[in-house]
């Protein structure tokens, strides 16, 4: 990172602040906030006030964008570059939200040559170099551990789309194997497609058999929201995540159960 850059984001830090009240309400929302130490929250707290400058989240159809949204959102798309840093999220700025579901409309060819006019509901969508689109009733089903995260699925595309199309390939660290990756996502992907075909139940969203990009970005929200699941279930996939996240989500001690404000006394 540039010197100018580093002094930039300091500014930033000692200019900005979040509503303490707020920050702690929205940390104690989600298990993956609150197994956090302290030292990582505060290094979430610093992204979250970087990603709220250099990005701008707005709403549509009529959503009203207020701190808790922005915060909300902000946290956890920040989480899954605790530890790789804002960088990651580099060429683009938008996040749209919308009140609930979305309709997506595309022409698409199909092997024939004729055009179909598609329109699609959709809880989230992430465009390459483009923006971020949730919808805000999907992003609050968040946060109950059963593996369901938009804004983390969303934002893992984001990660996949740094190296171009999304595939379930992102770019990987130094010292990180290429036929590892391979080896562990294509061996589950086509033991999950066979579980989903079978009807049987594999304890992550069946939308993960659409495509290897999106079993990426499924797993990658079990990754954080139910991390013992893809630890259990597909470990060698689980091991791949914790070199490229750097964090090891099953390690962590059991999320502290949600503290209740003590109520005024006078
Ligand atoms: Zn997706």
Known sequence: MSWLKR???ARVLRQSA??????????ARYPFTRALSDA????????????????????????????EVRVAIAVQACILILNLGLDYYRGWV????YPDEFVAEYDYVDEAGVTHHVEEAMSGESWERGPVVVSWAD???AGTGQGYNVVIHE?????????????????????MQRPAWAAAFTAAYEDFCRKVDGGLEAGIDEYAAE????????????FFESPGIVAGTYPDVYAQLTQFY???????????PVRVPEPATS
């Open 7 to 9: 002094w930039r984001r």
């Open 18 to 27: 979040i509503d303490p009240l707020l920050w702690r309400a929205i940390v």
């Open 40 to 67: 990582e929250l505060a290094r979430l707290h610093e992204l979250v006030i970087l990603f709220l400058h250099e990005k701008s989240v707005h709403g549509a159809g009529g959503m009203a964008v207020r701190d």
């Open 94 to 97: 938008e996040v749209i939200v």
């Open 139 to 141: 992003v609050q089903e």
């Open 155 to 175: 934002f893992a595309h984001k990660l996949d789309m740094l190296n171009g199309e999304p595939n379930g390939y992102p770019p990987l660290h130094a010292g």
């Open 211 to 222: 495509s290897p990009a999106e079993f990426f970005a499924v797993v990658s929200e079990a």
């Open 246 to 256: 750097r964090q090891d989500t099953a390690a962590r001690p059991d999320p502290q």
